[in-house]
């Protein structure tokens, strides 16, 4: 599928209790959307499950985001068309992506589109590395270029594009569950291409546990192993790592994290973000944020932030593994 997102494995996260008990009434949907995969477990009174309801809902979201459609929304932006309205997806992520573009620093940043499918994990086909012209597309690169008035989208340079990878994935986690709670349920787990929002107790009555994975390179995640497991009672969490999405060429490796504001694929110590926050949407953008800062800056973020927690692992200067903890999330931690 050629939908939002690239066709990938979950990111850093292991559903670890999902199962259907039928002395409850749960519901277990699953499926592929925007070029991945979703599992939603949910409570619920009704007596057929939400999933129609849900695939229209996600279908709505993918109209408005994909840039794989070029009837969507974020496409037509893309191709500068006048007359097309901007809707409530669009306005919402646009506006909250410029929130977080600025606490960031322009870590996070959704112009970096045209950066993105230079590097080959775009929505365009790729250039050789060595070929591709940084400081020129720099220049049409940068949040500061692009605004909102009067409903429209004014850009400072016609060639800027838009690249909601980064957001609109853990915003449409945000999107099912706030349909799920609509239609009154209590107790759910959604999860899509391995971005998490629950809510509640599983069919067993127990609070969701999710694992977070070690990052171990290997794309086909052949070789999964679970680093940490963690209790999520309500709220959200969003993973992003250099170890499922890369390619290897001339025995150097590109991974998909680019750097907005230097143009160049991260390259640092910090190998995975698992980031929690009350919505899915600001903790898929943070995620990406904090692989682009590193290590230092991205826990200089969430200590100032109340509203959220982190797990980071990082590689010390011997290559070990060595993790950070925000304070609060240590208490969620299985032992």
């Known amino acids: 599928m050629r939908n939002l997102f690239n066709s990938f494995a979950l990111v850093g996260i292991l559903i670890l209790s999902s199962c259907q008990n039928n002395s409850k009434n749960y519901y277990f949907d699953e499926g592929q959307i925007f070029g991945t995969f979703y599992h939603i477990t949910y409570e619920y009174t009704g007596d057929e499950s939400l999933h129609d309801n849900i695939m229209a809902k996600l279908e709505e979201f993918d109209l408005s985001l994909s840039t794989y459609k070029p009837q969507s929304v974020i496409s037509r932006v893309n191709n500068n068309d006048t007359s097309v309205v901007l809707d409530h997806y669009f306005l919402t992520t646009f506006k909250r992506g410029e929130e977080i573009s600025g606490i960031t620093n322009g870590a996070f940043d959704m112009t970096v589109a045209p950066l993105v499918n230079a590097w080959g994990f775009g929505f365009k086909n790729k250039l050789d590395p060595e070929m591709i012209p ?19 989208i004014v850009k400072d340079d016609p060639r800027i594009m838009f690249d909601a990878s980064a957001i609109a994935k853990g915003y449409g986690v945000d999107v099912v569950a706030d349909l799920l709670e609509l239609n009154g349920v209590s107790n759910y787990m959604v999860e899509i291409g391995g971005e998490i929002r629950a809510k509640g107790e599983n069919d067993k009555g127990r609070i969701w546990r999710v694992g977070i994975d070690k990052p171990i390179d290997d794309p086909s995640t052949m070789s999964r192993e679970i680093q940490e497991v963690v209790q999520m009672e309500n709220g959200a969490l969003a993973t992003s790592g250099n170890y499922r999405r890369f390619y290897i060429k001339d025995g150097k490796k590109y991974a998909h994290t680019i750097d907005p504001r230097i ?25 990406t944020s904090f ?15 109340s509203l959220l927690e982190a797990y980071f692992i990082y590689a010390d200067s011997l290559g070990n593994y060595k993790t950070y903890v925000s304070e609060k999330l240590k208490d969620s931690l299985i032992k």
């Open 134 to 152: 940084v400081d020129s597309l720099l220049e049409i690169v940068g949040y500061e270029k692009v605004r909102l008035l009067n409903g429209k």
């Open 263 to 287: 143009g160049y694929p991260v390259q640092h110590s910090l190998l995975s973000a698992s980031v929690f926050a009350p919505d899915c949407m600001s903790a898929d953008a943070y995620a």
């Open 291 to 305: 692989m682009v800062l590193g290590l230092e800056k991205s826990i200089g973020i969430v200590e100032k932030d």
